[in-house]
């Protein structure tokens, strides 16, 4: 299976996700959000194919990173080859952010015609969702451009059947790492 990439793998990012991580940049997204930061990643046809087992192999090799984060382009474009990176990631016990320019509410609507959108959430921790709006641009934003984009728990939002957001203060964010601090 194939996913095409805009770049290589990043080690050691502390800007996509909670602690060090590890970003998989996908290529392609038609949510074409005006001022997008990534916006060399809209292009269906730019970047890269790789294959992903070779993406597997990397993660497999990595060194302390706290987990990974898919982001883009739109990840969620790519269900399938995401997906397998996903439940490989999970089984390693990886920590896995993603960012979707979709809604939690969009995402559910795909998994209602595609049942790998929903299997993808059952295998991830948290999914920064909504397209960046300049109008609603926030530097104070954490890990996020614009204040209509959410931190969603996922698992508890699975489990609770409604959406449960990360609260940002207070160094509650910190439980989202592993307890001991054992690096994958």
């Known amino acids: 299976m194939k996913i095409r990439l805009a770049a290589p793998l990043q080690r050691d990012s502390v800007v996509d996700g909670l602690g060090v991580r590890t970003v998989i940049w996908t290529q392609g997204c038609s949510h074409n959000c005006p001022f997008c930061h990534n916006a060399f990643t809209q292009d269906f046809d730019g970047g890269f194919l790789e294959d992903v087992e070779n993406i597997k192999e990397e993660l497999e090799e990595l060194k302390e990173q706290d987990g990974i ?39 559910l609507e795909l998994g209602a ?43 508890k939002t699975l489990k609770e059947g409604k959406i449960v957001l990360i609260p940002e203060s207070d160094g509650i964010m910190e439980k989202f790492l592993p307890k001991e601090k054992t690096f994958i």
Request: charged share 25%.
């Open 113 to 155: 015609k595609n049942p790998k959108y929903l299997e993808f959430l059952n295998n991830i921790d948290v999914l920064v969702d909504g397209k960046f709006i300049m109008k609603l641009r926030d530097p104070n934003c954490l890990f996020r451009g614009s204040s209509n984009q959410r931190l969603i728990d996922v698992p």
């Open 69 to 107: 984060t898919l982001s883009g382009g739109d990840p969620l474009f790519q269900i399938g080859p995401v997906l397998e990176i996903a439940k490989y990631a999970k089984k390693k016990k990886m920590n896995i952010w993603c960012y979707t320019g979709f809604t939690w509410e969009e995402v």
